[in-house]
Structure formats: C-alpha cells, structure tokens
C-alpha cells in the first residue's frame, strides 16, 4: 500500500511541476491602458521638431491600439493627426494608422 501512495504523490507532484513549467512560459498578453497622458514624454516631439526619446518611442509603441482613439478625439486630433506626430511615429518604428 505505501508503493502505491508514493507513486500517486510522485505523480501529483510531477503534473503539478510540469503546470507551474507550462503556466511560466505562457506570453502574457496585456492591453493597453488609452490614456493620452502617457505619452506626455512625446509632447516636445510632437510640438517641435525635436526627435523623440527612447521613453516616448517605448511609450507610443504600447499606445499603439489606442491611436486611432486618440486621432478620433477632437481635443487630441490637433497634436496626433500632423505631420509631427507622423514623424515622431516613423521614427520610433510605429506605423501611423489608417483609422
């Protein structure tokens, strides 16, 4: 009887290792939080023809579900939908989008 019970345990702990295994390589996928003042390290960009930080191209490339909000609001449509912010997106590897 105890062979019996320590092959169940061998077997419980072995699934429960491989679970925890397979859980910590599963990608983590996470949306992204629209909110425009995130991208306040773009601002200077955006408003000059200052070239972007790496903080405003990390930044726009996890905004990136969220432009095409952005250029549909009225009071963000004049910082987001100009040339600038065309720029600033192609230079930090975004494509800007067709919304």
């Known amino acids: 009887m105890k062979s019996n019970t320590s092959s169940y345990l061998v077997v419980v702990v072995f699934a429960a290792v491989v679970a925890l295994l397979l859980m910590s390589e ?10 425009a003042t995130e991208l306040a390290s773009c601002f200077n960009a ?15 490339k996890e905004q990136v579900p969220c432009l095409c909000q952005y250029v549909r609001d009225p009071n963000l449509a004049k910082y987001v939908n100009t040339a600038n912010a065309r720029r600033v997106a192609k230079t930090c590897g975004v494509a800007f989008p067709n919304c």
């Open 46 to 60: 955006i408003t000059s023809s200052a070239p972007p930080s790496a903080a405003c191209c990390s930044k726009l």
């Open 26 to 35: 599963a990608p983590v996928s996470m949306a992204a939080t629209c909110k």
